[in-house]
């Protein structure tokens, strides 16, 4: 501890880990894919496994493929003040997006020991499975069986290549059938603050390198199908055509719109047509819908809005469409005692405190069915996240990962909770 009575981590040590789990899982072209349960995944828990030894914490995997890092408090018997986020990627991802924080995590946790700062309360950091649902269609997964929530029938759903993820748990060695003894009471966990980038422009316009969200965004994705005729391109006349795409064309320019009204945001991430053939008129157009907000109302008015101008733009020219919630979260507000903590230790830092809503979700969503959550945000170049050209400087990196320490500290001393 300094003489202002604030920790530092090793900046340093804390990029260079960045850069070294970043060459884990590298695209040809640039940016890195680490599918949840994939090799390269597999591989990237086996660098986080042995940096978890190395800054000296009792490792050990939960049911649901968690990899979680210890530190014993000076006092027994207390529930762990915990950290930690993913190291899944989505498709030609960045370095930082999950990683920072399981490494900022692991850091800090590294800097206790070494300066063996007081902490009354265990402190933990860990790894999540699969926060980003890319590849099955549901996200959280591992946070989500922490917390209570796993549900048996995400073991049959199947990534692209038709497998499914009882098969990808049992080839990580991890029995699919026990994923829900991940489970842990309140009495565990005390807290539970994550340090993620922002992946948007609010601190890059505020030129501020440390956030503090006091809300996340909830999310509800649908996966939908509009089922039509196929055909021959040439012969077909316009007027005789079951065409899915056209329908789906319509809807999407509606989807757009009520977003805007709505004060929301929503995405077509994939669409799919088969058979999918340059002379062939489409039979069937599969694509997902993301849509998220700050608040429980709007985003439920936004599902219904848009469920009905997806019926209508089909029903418009006599083709049918079906529509599957896939996943989905509420919106959850961060805890005051939490948000308290990273105020103060901003300041023990030199940060000024900046609020903002988060539109990324994070695992810290899932976490908030089990415990208090905060979050801690650092600034994004450009805004740009999901995206090879995603970075964060080392100087921020190094702010947010001392103001998660100086936060673990605080509420691992703290007696009120
Ligand atoms: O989709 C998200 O907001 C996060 O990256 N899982
Ligand atoms: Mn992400
Ligand atoms: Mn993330």
């Known amino acids: 501890m300094d003489k202002t009575g604030s920790a530092h981590i090793n900046g340093g040590r804390l990029w ?137 029938n995400w073991l049959e759903l199947a990534d692209s290549a038709g497998t499914t993820l009882r098969e990808a748990m049992k080839y990580a060695d991890l029995n699919p059938h026990q994923a829900a003894r991940a489970r842990r009471s309140r009495d565990a966990v005390k807290a539970y603050v994550e340090l993620h980038i922002e992946q948007g422009r609010v ?87 993301d849509m998220r907000h700050e608040a429980s109302e709007p985003l439920r008015q936004m599902e219904l809005a848009i469920t009905a101008a997806l019926e209508r733009s089909a029903e418009a020219r006599g083709l049918t469409t079906s529509i599957r919630a896939i996943d989905g979260a509420q919106p959850v507000q961060a805890s005051k005692r939490i948000v308290e903590a990273i105020a103060s230790s901003c300041a023990s830092v030199g940060l000024t405190d900046t609020y903002m809503v988060c539109g990324a979700g994070h695992d810290a969503v899932a976490m908030n069915e089990l415990t208090d959550i905060g979050l801690i945000l650092i600034r994004s170049r450009d805004g740009i996240s999901h995206h090879p050209l995603e970075w964060s400087s080392p100087d921020d990196c190094e702010a947010g990962a001392n103001v998660l320490l100086n936060t673990l500290i605080r509420l691992a001393n703290d007696r009120s909770n």
């Open 203 to 289: 601190l890059e316009e505020l030129g501020e390198a440390v956030g503090i969200a006091s809300a996340i965004y909830g999310h509800c994705w649908l996966e939908v199908s509009i089922r039509g005729r196929a055909d021959h391109a040439g012969t077909t006349p316009m007027k005789l055509r079951q065409d899915p795409l056209a329908a789906a064309a319509a809807a999407l320019l509606a989807i757009e719109q009520i977003a805007i009204q709505q004060g929301g945001v929503a995405t077509i991430g994939t669409l799919n047509l088969a058979p999918g053939a340059i002379n062939v008129i489409p039979g069937e157009v599969v694509f997902t819908i």
């Open 16 to 152: 260079d880990s960045i850069q070294e789990l970043g060459r884990i899982g590298t695209d040809p072209n640039g940016g890195v894919t680490r599918l949840s349960l994939s090799n390269e995944e597999l591989i990237a828990r086996q660098f986080i496994i042995r940096l978890m030894e190395d800054a000296g914490l009792a490792v050990r995997q939960d049911e649901a493929g968690n990899l979680i890092g210890r530190l014993e408090g000076e006092r027994q018997g207390e529930g762990a003040i915990a950290t930690g986020s993913h190291i899944d990627t989505v498709i030609h991802a960045g370095l930082f997006d999950g990683a920072l924080g399981v490494l900022g995590g692991i850091e800090a946790l590294r800097t206790i020991k070494e300066q063996g700062i007081k902490h009354d309360s265990p402190l933990e950091v860990i790894c999540f499975t699969d926060e980003e649902g890319v590849r099955f269609g549901a996200g959280y997964l591992g946070s989500r069986a922490m917390a209570g929530a796993w549900k048996r």
